[in-house]
């Protein structure tokens, strides 16, 4: 319940307030390439519970 209060928090969060070095560095993460994660990629590749 803490988790999904949590992740709630986070996925509500629209309005972002940066400076412009802090803006730049944002931009820089968003624009970086994906490193591979096979933890990520097993996650992915998992077929959705509502599908089962």
Same mark, same amino acid.
């Given at each position: =319940? /803490?988790?999904? /209060? /949590?992740? *709630?928090?986070? #996925?509500?969060?629209?309005?972002? *307030?940066? *400076?412009?070095?802090?803006?730049?560095?944002?931009?820089?993460? #968003?624009?970086?390439?994906?490193?591979?994660?096979?933890?990520?990629?097993? #996650? #992915? /590749?998992?077929?959705?519970?509502?599908? =089962?």
């Amino acid at each position: =319940m /803490a988790c999904q /209060a /949590a992740e *709630n928090v986070i #996925l509500d969060r629209r309005v972002f *307030n940066f *400076n412009d070095e802090q803006y730049a560095e944002f931009i820089d993460m #968003l624009d970086a390439p994906v490193a591979d994660d096979p933890i990520i990629e097993k #996650l #992915l /590749a998992r077929k959705p519970q509502w599908d =089962m």
